[in-house]
């Protein structure tokens, strides 16, 4: 089956770290690039990062570069997403999704993982 | 607010049809045919509907239909069903430092 599995979200206090995985499977992993959208509570969607196949290129939102590390290990079939100094605002469920062909579109998402950032 | 512009809310009656704009500037949706749409049930993910303006993916109905024009893109859905009553989100490329921008979601009713 075509799916992508989050994992690693949880209560965090602020300024801490936190790093999530989304396990991919039923595709050829290494050939796709991947990302990270998220969505705080009752909000809208929000890209996050960005990675390409090889994990060569990286890219993030004005919003988290220099605090979040996105990565990839192809012999795992699996995404990260390292997040450091963490802050209320980015509280949010954490989507993984796949990006075909390279273009900017999410074709296959996981079901989320939520990140509560709170003392 | 969202860089891009949506209606917060629509609605419709079952088979009619409606239309949900999203409004950008030359930097996103009105420089580049990268404009995706994306419906999403609550408590549920989003699933891509629309992509590169006007294409569908595998599997999803002909009823949904994409367009652009300048700055704003439009999505379509045609013989509404109670299984559309969702939230909708356009998302397009951009020239900026943040490469993908979303819009701040339309909330479809199925009346």
């Known amino acids: 089956e075509v799916q992508l599995l989050e994992s690693g979200g949880g209560l965090v206090q602020p300024g801490g770290s936190l790093r999530l995985s989304c396990a991919a499977s039923g595709f050829t992993f290494s050939t796709n690039a991947m990302a990270w959208v998220r969505q705080a509570p009752g909000k809208g969607l929000e890209w996050v990062s960005a990675i390409s196949g090889s994990g060569g290129s990286r890219y993030y939102a004005d919003s988290v570069r220099g605090r979040f590390t996105i990565s990839r290990d192809n012999s795992k079939n699996t995404v990260y997403l390292q997040m450091n100094s963490l802050r209320a605002e980015d509280t949010a469920v954490y989507y993984c999704?796949?990006?075909?062909?390279?273009?900017?579109?999410?074709?296959?998402w996981g079901r989320g993982s939520l990140v509560t950032v709170s003392s | 607010q969202s860089a891009l512009t949506q209606p917060a809310s629509v609605s419709g009656s079952p088979g009619q049809s409606i239309t949900i704009s999203c409004t950008g500037t030359s930097s996103d949706v009105g420089g580049y045919n990268y404009v995706s749409w994306y419906r999403q049930h609550p408590g549920k993910a989003p699933k891509l509907i629309i992509y590169d303006v006007t294409n569908r993916p595998s599997g999803v109905s002909n009823r949904f239909s994409g367009s652009k024009s300048g700055n704003t893109a439009s999505l379509t859905i045609s013989g509404l069903q109670a299984e559309d009553e969702a939230d909708y989100y356009c998302s397009s490329y951009t020239s900026g430092s943040t490469l993908v921008v979303f819009g701040g979601g339309t909330k479809l009713t199925v009346l």
């Open positions: 999704a796949r990006r075909p062909d390279g273009g900017w579109r999410f074709d296959l």
